[in-house]
């Protein structure tokens, strides 16, 4: 679009001048103009894109702006005496104006904005293009200004025209070279345009100055093309000069020498030019006065800018000795790792985290590269790098490093680039952290999920389980009581007893998978023991280990949560058991109870490996483990600990004599405990009649073999019994009849047992003190705070639970 704005231009500009061409003054009047929309041009929208750029990028235009504006002034100067004076003057005040506008462009090639933002070197610059400005300023008023106004001076004009000419190929020529260094960098497309307008001007500026000369030049015809064209190009590198970035990739140089030797160029020039010229070309007089007078000015005036930029280049050191040591400061206080190469891979520099995480010295990493910090196998790995970050900017990933005794560990690695001022990679610069703790959590956190969904698998199929066993238990109970030969009484009670024991198998698993209740009961850690070695017996026997158990005479009491303090016996078995299996030392585990004052002790020992002095104080650390990744959460022994102390106990690992490892729990003694679990079978004596004191139960159970069971258990006590499998089943005949018990499993189709139990006792609440819950996996029962008093009958049960349960509702022993 700007295009064809600039084209319409040019050619509404030739047509008027060819409408006009037979008036001189109007001609006048269209050049005056005509002249100044394209200048303006420019600085309205320089003024108007300003915010967009930022540091020596907008010094860059700033300067050209006020070169445009000074043009502009010395435009309005010459159309002052050629419309108002009516002459046509080239060698005015005015003309200095228009010089130094013209050689604007130029002096703001110095910010060299294709270079970044350099915020921090705007002040250095700005006062490099100031010298630059006075040594302009000097040398126009000094050869074309004071010999003009100098009376007896030869004419000027045709040095004017020379000089023109100079700075018209000097823009030229400079601005194809910067076009040229800039040609990767997004500021090439400015840089083209301002070529092309500086290059059209410095060949129509010929054929202007011909016509000067020759006294052909009128003002409003083609001839203002030398300055019209220049400015459009002008205004179009405005509008593609690129908005600065928020921050620079590039290596930024230190201010070297010959930058500030290039800023003191103009000092030494001006009293050079000034007090030579005054012997080689004097104009004698007060023209020489006013010459040494204007020298002498210049060269203080330079001195003073000198002088400030000296001082800024000072602060500018310490600003970046400050900002040095800042970054040093970060990079090595961080635990990070912090390396630097250069392009071709070679060490540049590490910071404390990197060398103590590898193991090499300074030194020694500078004689190694990035392959050799990498494990073997990883050799193209830098050449991918760098290439991906030449492509994209930055590089994530993970690098195996290698340390100096040969070990390695995996590292999350982001690798960014440092560019020079020509956008080439000069150095690498990687951040790395150590993600192995990270990885080793996330494969336990993985491994505990697995043993959770484990777990829930084996909860299922343990609760499913209970229910035959239960119906295996029932029914040789009920056949004991019944008259039978001792042989075929021995074989039930073998039956009895195996069915319990694959009952306390059902239990163990359940509890160990499950989260137990938090209630507690006397209980004896002799049973505990036991149970947890029926538990992992045929695993020890399949891996040849001998267990041996050696229990205190008599009842060992603890008011404790049973599956709790099995959990953490459970898991001290099978550490040792692994201990030994991976190690190949070791076949014997021990398991020993006794009772010291007022304190329970459970301990367990083996011959395996043992426990080393650097690894005694952490064994009960969470997520700590000797296993491999895989195949340990590293939470057992931690748990096992807690669960210790919350029981008013301890769990701590002993000294063993000659090997092996032996963990101790202790646990606050329960003297008022005088019965323990495991009491021999006692058959219950059958009355001989049923119903004669009118109790009648119901049954409600989505298991048939169940609910048969319990009704020739609860006939066989008296009771009249009604059978229900549902609980909407159950709501009917609770209607229809009055009820002295109700057995009432918690998990069914449809209507829950908690939901029935609610509705019951509306209708009935004396029934409140004879519902009794049944369940299969006593752990995983949701029940509400305020149903929890109500008795639980937990399957498998034998008719000693059964009798228990119906004495605490109120049924009198002697039914039993």
């Given amino acids: 679009m700007v295009y064809l704005i600039g084209l319409g231009y040019v050619l509404t500009y030739a047509a008027l001048g060819w409408l006009l061409r037979g008036d001189p003054r109007a001609l006048s009047m269209l050049g005056a103009v005509g002249l100044l929309l394209p200048p303006i041009g420019v600085c309205v929208v320089i003024v108007r894109r300003r915010a967009q750029w930022a540091g020596c990028q907008r010094l860059f235009w700033d300067t050209f702006a006020i070169g445009v504006g000074l043009w502009i002034i010395g435009h309005f100067g010459w159309a002052f005496e050629d419309l108002v004076l009516k002459r046509q003057s080239w060698v005015q005040w005015h003309t200095v104006f228009s010089l130094c506008g013209g050689i604007g462009p130029l002096i703001a090639l110095f910010a060299r904005p294709h270079r970044g933002v350099r915020a921090e070197a705007v002040g250095p610059v700005g006062l490099v293009l100031a010298s630059y400005g006075f040594l302009a300023v000097f040398i126009y008023s000094y050869f074309i200004l004071i010999p003009g106004l100098t009376p007896g001076a030869t004419d000027q004009a045709a040095a004017l025209f020379k000089l023109v000419q100079v700075n018209r190929a000097l823009l030229f020529g400079s601005m194809g070279a910067v076009m040229i260094v800039a040609r990767r960098t997004p500021w090439h497309r400015t840089y083209m345009w301002l070529t092309i307008g500086t290059g059209v001007g410095f060949f129509l500026r010929i054929v202007t100055s011909v016509a000067i000369v020759r006294g052909q030049y009128q003002s409003g015809t083609l001839y203002d093309l030398a300055w019209i064209l220049p400015f459009l190009c002008y205004l179009a590198a405005a509008l593609a000069a690129p908005a600065s970035a928020a921050e620079s990739d590039h290596v930024e140089e230190p201010d070297r020498p010959l930058h500030v030797a290039i800023a003191a160029v103009p000092v030494f020039l001006i009293p050079l030019i000034g007090y030579g010229a005054l012997n080689i070309q004097p104009l004698g007089g007060a023209g020489d006065s006013f010459r040494a007078l204007l020298t002498g000015l210049m060269t203080v005036a330079g001195l003073g800018l000198l002088t400030l930029r000296l001082a800024a280049q000072g602060g500018e050191l310490q600003r970046a000795g400050a900002r040095m040591r800042l970054l040093a400061a970060a990079t090595e206080q961080t635990g990070d790792l912090i390396l630097i190469t250069r392009a071709d891979g070679a060490f540049e520099h590490a910071n404390d985290a990197f060398v103590r995480a590898l193991g090499y010295s300074r030194p020694e990493l500078a004689a190694l590269n990035f392959t050799d910090l990498t494990e073997l196998g990883s050799g193209t790995l830098d050449t991918r790098i760098a290439t991906v970050v030449r492509d994209r900017g930055i590089w994530r990933g993970t690098v195996v490093r290698r340390r100096r005794d040969g070990s390695t560990f995996p590292a999350g690695c982001t690798v960014v680039g440092l560019k020079d001022s020509t956008g080439n990679i000069t150095h690498f610069v990687g951040v790395e952290r150590d993600t192995t703790d990270e990885l080793k959590l996330r494969d336990q956190i993985v491994h505990s999920e697995r043993l959770s969904a484990i777990g829930e698998l084996v909860a299922g199929v343990a609760h499913e389980i209970n229910n035959p066993l239960q119906t295996i238990i029932g029914s040789v109970e009920l056949m004991m009581e019944e008259p039978t030969t001792p042989t075929m009484q021995r074989d039930l009670e073998l039956v009895r007893r195996e069915a319990g024991r694959a009952g306390q198998i059902v239990r163990s698993l359940l509890s160990f998978v499950r989260r137990s209740p938090p209630d507690r009961a006397a209980v004896d850690l002799n049973e505990i023991i036991r149970a947890t070695v029926e538990l992992r017996e045929f695993y020890l026997q399949q891996n040849n280990l001998t267990v041996a158990i050696e229990l205190q005479n008599g009842p060992v009491p603890a008011l404790v949560n049973r599956e709790e303090i099995q959990q953490i016996i459970l898991n001290l078995v099978m550490?040792?058991?692994?201990?030994?299996?991976?190690?190949?030392?070791?076949?014997?585990?021990?398991?020993?109870?006794?009772?010291?004052?007022?304190?329970?002790?459970?301990?367990?020992?083996?011959?395996?490996?043992?426990?080393?002095?650097?690894?005694?104080?952490?064994?009960?650390?969470?997520?700590?483990?000797?296993?491999?990744?895989?195949?340990?959460?590293?939470?057992?022994?931690?748990?096992?600990?807690?669960i210790a102390a919350a029981h008013g106990g301890s769990l701590e690992l002993c000294q063993v004599a000659g090997g092996g490892a032996c963990f101790r729990l202790t646990l606050p003694a329960h003297v008022e405990a005088d019965s323990v679990e495991g009491a021999p079978f006692v058959p219950t004596p059958v009355p001989s009649e049923r119903g004669d004191d009118g109790l009648r139960a119901l049954i409600v159970d989505d298991e048939m073999p169940i609910r048969r069971l319990l009704a020739r258990l609860l006939s066989r006590r008296g009771f009249e019994v009604s059978e229900a499998e549902s609980g909407e089943a159950a709501l009917a005949i609770a209607a229809r009849e009055p009820l002295s018990l109700v057995l009432c499993d918690v998990r069914m189709p449809g209507m829950s047992g908690t939901d029935l139990y609610r509705e019951l006792i509306a209708k009935d609440p004396n029934l409140a003190r004879s519902f009794v819950f049944i369940t299969g996996d006593k752990a995983s029962v949701d029940i509400e705070d305020a149903l929890r008093n109500v008795p639980l009958l937990e399957k498998p049960f034998t008719t000693a639970d059964l009798n228990a349960v119906l004495e605490r509702v109120g049924i009198p022993a002697a039914f039993a």
Avoid at 579 to 585: D, L, P
Avoid at 621 to 633: D, L
């Fill in 575 to 642: 550490n040792a058991e692994q201990a030994m299996e991976h190690s190949g030392k070791g076949s014997r585990i021990t398991l020993r109870s006794f009772t010291t004052g007022r304190q329970q002790v459970v301990e367990v020992a083996d011959d395996g490996p043992g426990v080393g002095p650097e690894l005694r104080g952490r064994v009960f650390e969470p997520f700590f483990t000797t296993k491999e990744v895989g195949q340990g959460t590293g939470l057992g022994l931690s748990i096992s600990h807690g």
